[in-house]
């Protein structure tokens, strides 16, 4: 399945304000969605397993805690560029965007797709 922003990357390519937007609107539901997700998963588990924590409930717990440390630096030098951006004159909020979501947007939605793969599995 397509993602939808890789959809209006495509249609963005004319450089059109509207549809460019509305990717960006699209892709920062498509964030909030995926985190939803994510976290829904991610303590149902817990929950479920509480008592007897297995090896893989704990390596999703490291991997959680790694990817947040990797995605708040990865954001925090977007937002480094942007201010530095703004400073020089050379501010865009389109642009800005664009560079801030997109580390959490692939992060979220990969961790959505991973975590409902696996719940599908096992109900299989």
């Known amino acids: 399945m397509r993602n939808i922003s890789d959809i209006a990357a495509n249609i963005s390519a004319a450089k059109n304000p509207v549809v460019d937007a509305w990717s960006l609107g699209m892709m920062a539901v498509e964030l909030g969605t995926a985190a939803t997700t994510t976290i829904l998963l991610r303590n149902w588990n817990w929950a479920v397993k509480w ?27 977007a937002w480094q560029r942007t201010a530095f951006g703004a400073w020089s004159g050379a501010f865009n909020p389109r642009r800005s965007g664009r560079k801030v979501l997109p580390p959490l947007h692939r992060k979220a939605t990969a961790n959505a797709r991973r975590l409902t793969r696996r719940r599908q599995r096992r109900e299989h």
Do not use: F, H
């Open 51 to 77: 008592p007897n924590p297995d090896r893989r409930l704990n390596a999703e717990g490291n991997r959680m805690i790694v990817e947040k440390i990797a995605a708040v630096m990865e954001v925090t030098a």
